[in-house]
């Protein structure tokens, strides 16, 4: 038997969903014969004209297949920085905006720096990517989620690096608040046209049929109706007598299993084999009154049908799982998540950002004008550059209506990489930086 250990990736928010956990598996996702620094791609297929994620060498991939193409043509899993890329489409779409933009950012450092080796653009366009990542998750993510208070009171302003923080992922952060994210999953896959509406040759899916299916983002239209409509609609609203919908509780596949699963019954039993401590146990750790009674259960959960139940499940409020009391509380005034999770989720971002020496904004690590040029972007202009969409909200996390809420891509704001270009003189750097 294999010894898996827990932690397989690192806990940095370093883009290793991008390049990988391991120097190995950087090493397979590099294009180590290009010029610049690239990553590889995908040989086959083409998004009109734009770049897919590379095929695993892992043939014939477990991925599902479309039933209506021959055997000889085969579209296995994607390989990229996080083997889950393909569970969902939605997700390996991500996952190729962001190796569009590593390319896009190599070929354009290399355009302005023709002096740099491969390697150079490579780690400079990692290290931008790696920025951008922490940028879009800090300012325009998390914030939504836990909600101004707890930002301010969990994570707060930024000052410097913090040596005694420790930066590794807590076990109750990935065990149990940080997939909230379960509750918020649409069981509709939609697919919009340039006007960010349905297109006939695109019908809704079902989130069950997109299980494992690269196909569907080769075969179906590429990244830009996929991703228009994770734009347009709204994530799942979590409600209390609805976390989890059956496409997620009933149809759930994985690879390594014949038939389907239950998501809620694998992390709440992943909780318990995690040894995570009880809800009220968590409660007290972030400094909430314990609920010993029904009727203290009743004053942060308003839906009394949800505490009958649970009640009826539990006993003692002591008994619940992290994973379900921390979901079906009632959300704090600007979020997503009630108060037990946004501490959780409040606390592990302030110790990923304050305990990472090579945090964006740290002393050294990027210059000031390229921090001013970062903080610029956003993941709306990633999608700009990325995509042939041309019309996107000013803030791609912010639900809008179109087109009143959308913005060209003309008016979105990015950054200038002139702050990235190093003036070279026979065999010597004169000055490193324009500005």
């Not at 301010?152 to 149990?176: E, K």
């Not at 997503?336 to 990472?356: E, S, V, W, Y």
């Amino acid at each position: 038997t294999k010894l898996l250990a827990i932690n397989g990736l690192t806990s940095f928010l370093d883009a290793s969903t991008v390049y990988g956990s391991t120097p190995a598996t950087e090493n397979k996702l590099r294009n180590l014969t290009s010029k610049e620094g690239l990553l590889r791609v995908n040989v086959k297929y083409y998004d009109n004209h734009r770049e897919y994620l590379p095929f695993t060498d892992r043939i014939p991939s477990p991925c599902a297949q479309d039933s209506n193409s021959s055997e000889g043509e085969r579209i296995e899993c994607f390989m990229a920085g996080d083997s889950r890329s393909s569970e969902v489409t939605s997700l390996a779409a991500m996952h190729t905006l962001w190796l569009r933009e590593h390319n896009r950012l190599a070929r354009a450092l290399k355009n302005i720096n023709g002096h740099w080796s491969a390697e150079t653009v490579y780690q400079e366009a990692r290290k931008i990517v790696g920025a951008l990542h922490q940028i879009i998750t800090l300012r325009d993510y998390i914030p939504k989620i836990i909600g101004p208070d707890a930002f301010n009171l969990y994570i707060g302003l930024y000052t410097g690096y913090d040596p005694t923080m420790n930066p590794t992922v807590s076990n109750i952060f990935s065990t149990a608040a940080f997939r909230f994210g379960h509750a918020t999953i649409q069981p509709i896959v939609r697919r919009l046209n340039a006007q960010y509406l349905d297109d006939p040759e695109l019908p809704n899916l079902h989130l069950h049929e997109v299980f494992f299916s690269p196909w569907r983002l080769i075969k179906e239209g590429g990244l830009d109706p996929l991703l228009r409509g994770l734009l347009a609609h709204s994530a799942k609203l979590q409600v209390q007598d609805q976390l989890l919908n059956e496409e997620l509780t009933e149809k759930l596949f994985v690879l390594s299993n014949n038939g389907s699963l239950d998501l809620a019954s694998l992390n709440l039993q992943r909780g318990r084999d995690h040894g995570l401590p009880g809800y009220n146990d968590w409660r007290e750790f972030c400094g909430l009154p314990k609920l010993e009674t029904h009727t203290d259960l009743n004053t942060i959960i308003t839906n009394h049908n949800v505490t009958e139940k649970i009640m009826e499940l539990y006993h003692n409020p002591s008994n619940i799982d992290v994973w379900l009391g921390g979901l079906v509380e009632d959300f704090l005034p600007g979020a997503r998540t009630g108060p037990l999770f946004a501490c959780i989720i409040g606390k592990q971002m302030k110790a990923l950002r304050d305990g990472d020496r090579f945090w964006w904004e740290n002393d050294n690590v990027f210059t000031e004008a390229q921090k001013h040029e970062l903080k610029k972007h956003s993941l709306s202009r990633v999608i700009c550059d990325n995509t042939g969409i041309s019309e996107v909200p000013a803030d791609a996390f912010q639900l809008g209506k179109f087109p009143q809420d959308f913005k060209h891509c003309d008016n979105i704001p990015g950054m200038n990489l002139e702050a990235w270009q190093e003036f070279y003189q026979e065999g010597n750097l004169v000055i490193t930086n324009l500005f």
